[in-house]
């Protein structure tokens, strides 16, 4: 075909073209190619132009394809984004995931591969790493652009990445760091660089730390700068820490050694990486000094956090003072509620996380910054405002750190969201009231309320002078709750309620003795700000009702009635649906209203043990939304096992439920030799020894075997594992069988709230004689085999059975096998493996008989 013939082509007969045959033809330079022949578009015509591109551009092009933010309509003018989609569309269309060989080039090759992520990012993702168009390089930002767009499984990415040499990933890693914006950006905009960018390629066991650190150093060498020079010295601590720890045959002593030294070494790139881009005005000295205090003892949770910021440090002259992230955070402020609920998606602009780099340096050097500008941010509050910066250091600038530091991040971010939130209006309040609500929410001592607290506070901040008199009238009874509590009504001002409205609310909070008792309860506070957060976020509240329901709840408040307003704001139509399957019904029309005055009287049914039972949990809102997964699951067994799970349980049956064996086999087999196990697992062991209480517990906290309802039923949610009840249905599915199953138990370390901290489920098995054994799960959040192996062997020794775990091959030990017969949940989970199972016999392998 003559090129010449392309002129004037719509798109569609493009299309055409390119698919009957892509013989010669290529995309480069702003446009695709046919026999060397440039072909643009042109209001959605093709236009052929004599000049050929050159590789520099199709090279600029690609670059551009993979920037990690791989929406090409809106990085590419049109004609270049357009035509290299339309070829990838073409082929996608025709072959599927063929198209990957067919592509005619490596532009094209991209979008294809980053389209075939979509439906299988597995097999796509095995492609990618073999032989085509595409360097190693390239190879890389494509699968770093499909994890940012598609989330790519957790456990595929490292895998891949350890396949590419360190080099490359050292480069990428600078560039991306190198390309963020020099001022805060919201978390969908910012994505998280990947820590394993900067991990050493796997190498041999007696190898790894003497060539590990080697390779280290060559990199860092190799940048060739004075940044780099120092921070060799920190390779050499690396090595005088892990050096002395490798045993004769070359191995660090066991796994924990082994990650915390590929943590250092990782870390120490990755910070590298953040600030490769300093500028001469940099201070390297303080640079260098934050790194060496999060290098060693950061969790890994806030290091993306830290190096962000790191990022931006090292384009300026001077320390850490985090003016930026007022101003950032006081624009969103400004924005119409709800607030709060978006501070979660946004994290926090002011980035707690952050605040780590508070380990190595005293506080007073933070405040000494903050205190200098605060007159510049908010001159007209300032009197205000730096009373509260001198109550935050007379207070906490003598503790040693790093003693307190999570207590010291807290109130520093806190106060740094107050200056926000004082910055957000332009209107001037009167700081006699200002002061009683920044000393009000600097005190307070729940932090999951702040974000609510502090978009009240700019509400208010942002309201008439009326208000601000109502809300900040002295004489105010009940305590700092009851002067906070209203600022949760602002939100509604005043579209849906008046100045007026706001008034008599006041007054009939301020009249019920009850209400006040009630509010200045710790659950009852932030029941109430979530709740009412939620109205305003609903669409399902009836505007004309707003008023009638904030007054019948004000003169009459109770923790139920919050509970069950948030779970129908919440829940909507689904509600209905969990009242249905409880054996209960209400009156549809006006229900909060009705709910604000009846509470649970409003519900109807045959008995209300249930609800009166689920009130009183925590987190209680979310077992009627895993009902109403479950039922969208389809799987009718599983429901069923969660009307048994809450019926037995406000009957204080529960435990004879879970253990009995008529819908249980495994149990059957377990009882036959072991009857005494019919009773349950707190009938066959008393407690922990003080020993092992000491070896894992701090001050306050509590060690216990649990098969509690609630523990076994929330303990995803509070460890943060896949079985959270809130969580992806494929893992969630198997969360009955933790909670219904009596061969399960967890070993659970709970905070002085009772607040789970960290958990190991035990489990009832069969060993290789078809005799029952104990098999300890690894922990979580620790995700450690051994965690509680103390504990475990104190369960083992009193209910005379032998305990298995994980094997670890690094320690010789080959592995076993128990079994799991079939038991009472449709499905199963196993923690060793994060996979489920539908109900089966199951052998576990790779399992150690353990030996003290």
Sequence with gaps: MNPYQLNGLTLQQLHALIMKSSIGFSAQDGSVQFLGKQVELHDGITVLSEQTSNT??????????????????????????????????????????????????????????????????????KKLFEKNF?????????????????????????RYLERIPLSIRFEEAKNLFQRLPDSPSPAEENSVINEKLTALNPLEDDKLVKDGLLQIRQTLESENNEFARQLLSEVDNIEKKFIPRVDVDGYLPNIFVDEDFKCCTRRLLYLYAACSGFSEKADIAELMSYIRSVLYNTNSDNIWHIAKELAYLAKQQGSIDYCRYIDAV??????????????????????????????????????TALRANIGKITPEYSQVLLTAVDNLESKYAATPLPEDVPVIKVKVHRLLMIIAACKSSKEIMDTSVLDHFVRAIMKHGNKKNIPYLISGLARLIQSTPKIQQILGESGIKGGDHLRLAPLQWLAFVPDVISEDDIEELCKCLQASSASRRRMKDGKVFHQWLVTLERALASNDMNKAMVMQTLKKLTQSLTCEKLGLLYMILNMGDRFNQFLDSMGLSCQKEGLPLLIAEKGADALVGKSKEVSQWLWRQRHHYLLPFYMASMEEYGNTELTDLILQFTETSASNTFIESRQSPLTNPHLKAVYRIYPQFKAGWGANFSDFSEETRSKLLSPGETLKLTEDPWDLFISGLEVRTCLTPDGAQDYSRGLMSYVMDGRNAMIVRKNAKGDILSRSVIRMVLDQDDRPALFLEKAYPDKSDLLFIDAAREIADEMELPLYHRADPKKGETGEAVKILQGRAPFDYFDAFMVTKERQEFTITNVQYDVR
Excluded: W
């Design 330 to 367: 006081a624009n969103i402020l400004k924005a119409p509620a709800p607030v709060a609920l978006q501070f979660e998606e946004l994290k926090q602009l002011s980035d707690i996380n952050g605040f780590v780099l508070l380990e190595g340096k005293p506080l007073a050097r933070y405040l």
């Design 56 to 125: 520099d551009g199709s090279k600029q092009l690609f670059e551009r394809l993979v920037n990690l933010r791989p929406d090409l309509e809106k990085q590419l003018p049109g004609s270049k984004a357009e035509a290299i989609q339309l070829a990838a569309s073409s082929l996608m269309e025709q072959f599927h995931d063929g198209a990957i060989e067919k592509s005619p080039t490596k532009e094209v090759q991209c979008v294809v591969f980053h389209e075939c992520m979509r439906t299988d990012a597995s097999k796509t993702v």
């Design 134 to 158: 595409l360097n190693t390089a390239e190879k890389l930002r494509v699968m770093l652009a499909a994890d940012e767009q598609f989330e790519l499984p957790a456990e595929m990415v490292p």
